[in-house]
Nanobody
């Protein structure tokens, strides 16, 4: 069983910063990718950023230059540093990971965190 646990959301004023964390735990054989998605009210869930093991990273155009993803592979943890936040960044942020579980190491599974609310408002 694999779980993703997120933390770090909250309320921040426009121009402010927040840092989200997501830790994967359980019977993990290998983490292939970790990233963040978000879903604003009335909108579809969208990619924010994904980090592929091996070095490739893809950011949504709307967050380039403002958001930075980082990973601690030893802890199976991913971070999202969000700077220069805008009201349009308000959403529930979901951690995502593509993982090979120890019980089925040849199969890839997609896991989601429970979501953390980020609200940007004055």
């Amino acid at each position: 069983q694999v779980q993703l646990v997120e933390s770090g959301g909250g309320l921040v004023q426009p121009g402010g910063s927040l840092r989200l964390s997501c830790a994967a735990s359980g019977s993990i054989f290998r983490v292939n990718a970790m990233g963040w998605y978000r879903q604003a009210p009335g909108k579809q869930r969208e990619l924010v950023v994904v980090s592929i093991s091996g070095g490739s990273t893809k950011y949504a155009d709307s967050v380039k230059g403002r958001f930075t993803i980082s990973r601690d592979n030893a802890k199976n943890t991913v971070y999202l540093q969000m700077n220069s936040l805008k009201p349009e960044d308000t959403a529930i942020y979901y951690c995502n990971a593509v993982i090979q579980a120890s019980s089925t190491p040849t199969a890839l599974f997609n896991y989601w965190g429970q979501g953390t609310q980020v609200t940007v408002s004055s």
